[in-house]
């Protein structure tokens, strides 16, 4: 048997990403990353499966598809094609929040939401940090939710719940009045501005709205129904959405503040709108 050592760089030579490399031999281990370093020299545990999962790669799966596995904030959550691989500007959006809502709302008990939650990541890693609140995650399929169950089960969450449903209506329907909406909606219009890989793996659903504003404004235009007087929205949105968003929050004058806050590319990525100061 080969040793990761030496799979490492055969991988390598082969063209494969070192992230991918060390995330297939972590997962074939069972390593965690300390591990793996610790371990380099010796053989690997289960070459035949390592065969198995680069094959399914080189052949256009995304690794994070082929082991369930996706990790958010140093947290390994599960996922299936039902729904979208948690990406990095998210763990941005996530750790922004949680600083806003700790100088907003200092000890206040909050209700927190997470709409559009797909496999929970937002939410679920807000919950684990913020764990005197209570946190509702939503999503209009429920194969998502079903997703987002698992990783509330492997977090050990007691603050949380899940319900199926489109956009506010649970939130409505339940009669529930929020503190904090976080919101990583589908914004995508044009199919042509994603990589195939994305398009032909990730659910449309995930992806697709038309116009690419869509859902912004359903939250934009309702907010008042499920949210308390004191409130915090935030957003990721896509690249080029300051104008059409701005056009939109106009409608609001002074009754809210917004700002658009950038990731570390230096891309516009981040939308937090808040009640103006009485
Ligand atoms: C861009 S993904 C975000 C997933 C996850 N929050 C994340 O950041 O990785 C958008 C999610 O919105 C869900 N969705 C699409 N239309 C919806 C709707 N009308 N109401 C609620 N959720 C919806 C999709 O099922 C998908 O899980």
């Known amino acids: 048997m080969p040793t990761n050592r030496e799979l490492f760089f055969y991988l390598q030579k082969e063209g494969l990403p070192n992230s991918v490399i060390t995330f297939v031999l972590q997962e074939i281990n069972g390593f965690d990353r300390l591990l793996l370093a610790q371990n380099f020299d010796r053989e690997i545990k ?3 499966a390592l065969k198995i999962a680069i094959g399914r790669y080189k052949s256009g799966e995304m690794i994070e598809y082929v082991f ?6 140093s947290f390994p959550f599960y996922v299936n094609k039902n729904v979208l691989i948690p990406r990095q500007e998210t763990e941005q959006l996530v750790v922004m929040a949680i600083d806003k809502i700790r100088k907003k709302f200092s000890d206040k008990k909050l209700n927190i939401a997470d709409v559009c939650t797909g496999s929970g990541a937002i ?4 919950a684990r940090e913020l764990a005197n609140h209570k946190f509702f995650l939503s999503d209009i399929l429920e194969e998502a939710i079903h997703v987002a169950n698992i990783n509330l089960e492997r977090a050990e969450l007691k603050n949380v719940v899940t319900w199926v449903g489109d ?9 529930i009045k929020l503190d904090v909406i976080v919101c990583n909606p589908p914004y995508i219009e044009d199919i042509t501005t994603i990589d195939q890989k994305t398009w032909k793996q990730e659910p449309h659903l995930s992806l697709l709205a038309k116009p690419e504003t869509k859902y912004y404004e359903i939250i934009l235009k309702n907010y008042k129904k499920v949210m308390n007087e004191d409130f915090l929205l935030c957003f990721e949105i896509g690249e080029n959405m300051e104008k059409s968003l701005t056009e939109i929050l106009e409608i609001f004058g002074k009754k809210v503040i917004y700002s658009f806050e950038k990731d570390i ?3 516009t990525r981040f939308l937090f709108i808040e009640n103006s100061l009485k």
Request: no cysteine.
């Open 123 to 126: 939410g679920i890693s807000m």
């Open 46 to 48: 289960d070459f035949d």
């Open 265 to 267: 590319y230096g891309k």
């Open 167 to 175: 956009m506010l209506e649970p939130f409505i329907k339940n009669k």
């Open 68 to 73: 369930n596995k996706a990790y958010f904030l």
